[in-house]
């Protein structure tokens, strides 16, 4: 349904309007995911990889645009609580399957780690940047969501990762985190660790409060600022 003004009736901007995800393939994807479709979500996913889509291309424009569509869906009450967490199910196999088909890096590629930090449940994002930075040859590995600040300063001296890719969509204490965080950049930095930011909750104001590498709007992003530590063929 394609509403003209929906705000004229308390309704969000874009509200009825599935044309802000890109491609056919991307509405199909929705639909899927707001059915539970796990087989025809994973179709429409690995073909467009089949196609020749690179893994950044898919969660910018098809995974990420469903699920921004799908939480302006949940705040209009037009689909279910369950039908959001199954959507994420689903998203979370079909990621998987995208991990199995890139493979994973040489043994002598760079390592990098990523995660989620303390009090954000997000799991996609997250997971998402693994499989983009095994697309491009780096042995990625995601430590999952709601990691506490200091076991990555750990992770850091201990495995000695190239990089470290951070989602922040949800920030309990701003002052703490944005302390917590610029500690965590001086040990990334003293062991030589780019620290790669991005996520809903990065707006311009924390953005200025805090150190890091690089902050990416999107995995395109990040993969350009991948290319320029590493690239397979070592040119
Ligand atoms: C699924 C979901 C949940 C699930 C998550 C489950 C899971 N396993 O992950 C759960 C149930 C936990 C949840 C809870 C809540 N949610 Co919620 N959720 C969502 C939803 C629908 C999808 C999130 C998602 O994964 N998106 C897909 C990712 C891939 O998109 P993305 O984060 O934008 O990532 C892209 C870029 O930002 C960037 N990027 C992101 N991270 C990184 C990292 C790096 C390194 C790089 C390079 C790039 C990058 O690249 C990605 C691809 O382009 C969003 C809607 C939305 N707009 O996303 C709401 C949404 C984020 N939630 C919202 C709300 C309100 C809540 C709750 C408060 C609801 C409640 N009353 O309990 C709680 C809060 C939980 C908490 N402690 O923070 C609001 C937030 C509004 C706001 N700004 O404050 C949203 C926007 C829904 C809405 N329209 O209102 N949620």
Known sequence: MVLANPEAIGLPPGTGDDSAIEHAAGIEFLTALREGNEPEARRIILDAFLSGQSIAEICDRMLAPAFHRLGELWRCNQIEVYQERRACEVCLRVIHELRRAVGSG??????????????????????????????????????????????????IETDRPRLMWLSVTSIRDADRFIASFNTLFDTASAWECALVVGGQAFGSDIRQRLRYTTYCDTFGHMASFARTLYTESGQ
């Open 106 to 155: 040489q043994a002598n590629a760079p390592l990098a780690l990523g995660a989620t930090l303390d009090g954000d449940p997000y799991t996609l994002a997250v997971s998402m940047g693994e499989v983009v930075l095994r697309d491009l040859g780096w042995r990625s590995v995601s430590l999952g969501n709601m990691l506490p600040f200091e076991t990555l300063h750990r992770a």
